[in-house]
């Protein structure tokens, strides 16, 4: 069974910087991270293709230019490095397998910005 | 970008009785859309993708049709695991969007 697990969420201050982590097989998948403000909907935030696709990556308008997604793929691990949180970047993260629709999750991890 | 939206937002319902829900796109997305349900404090689970095909290990009770703007979600006959928030998105365009959510509440 496949599995994903997320790491690295906690307390940051407005304006600092976060790096969360995915760790599973994710073999020639691409990987999609989202977020759930508390209450709220879901949200996508980006994903990385597979090395065979090139490795590259995309992003929501909300987070471009403050967020990078990369992958190890002999570590089995993907990161998303955050930067210049904001107090709405609040909200616990998930990463899920594929970039269309993502068969299998992780089970999410909290991130608060806040001072 | 393209908007989501489901209706309707709560859906009372008696265990055993079967509930609709739609999902709505600003434009087409031909029928690359999938369903999620999720419960509180858990991660979201991959029902239909592709608007009708159900994901593995998903029961046959779980059925969607549509495509291009109009989608819907029929779960026939309510079990008490299927009270949930229920989610529809698009990944036919980036960014990904998805719809507010439909709750399936118990009536």
């Known amino acids: 069974e496949v599995q994903l697990v997320e790491s690295g969420g906690g307390l940051a201050q407005p304006g600092r910087s976060l790096r969360l982590s995915c760790t599973a097989s994710f073999g020639d998948y691409a990987l999609s991270w989202f977020r759930q403000a508390p209450g709220k909907g879901l949200e996508w935030v980006g994903f990385?293709?597979?090395?065979?696709?090139?490795?590259?990556?995309d992003y929501a308008a909300s987070v471009k230019g403050r967020f990078t997604i990369s992958r190890d793929d002999s570590r089995s691990i993907a990161y998303l490095q955050m930067n210049s949180l904001k107090t709405e970047d609040t909200a616990v993260y998930y990463c899920a397998r594929g970039s269309g629709w993502c068969d299998y999750w992780g089970q999410g991890t909290l991130v608060t910005v806040s001072s | 970008e393209i908007v989501m939206t489901q209706s309707p937002a709560t859906l009372s319902v008696s265990p055993g009785e079967g509930a609709t829900l739609s999902c709505r796109a600003s434009?087409?997305?031909?029928?690359?859309l999938a369903w999620y349900q999720q419960k509180p404090g858990q991660a979201p689970r991959l029902l239909i993708y592709d608007s009708s095909t159900r994901a593995t290990g998903i029961p046959a009770r779980f059925s969607g049709g549509g495509s291009g703007t109009e989608f819907t979600l029929t779960i026939s006959s309510l079990q008490s695991e299927d009270f949930a928030v229920y989610y529809c998105?698009?990944?036919?365009?980036?960014?990904?969007?998805f719809g507010q959510g439909t709750k399936v509440e118990i009536k």
């Open positions: 434009q087409s997305v031909s029928s690359n």
């Open positions: 990385i293709r597979s090395k065979a696709y090139s490795g590259t990556t």
């Open positions: 998105q698009q990944y036919n365009d980036w960014p990904r969007t």
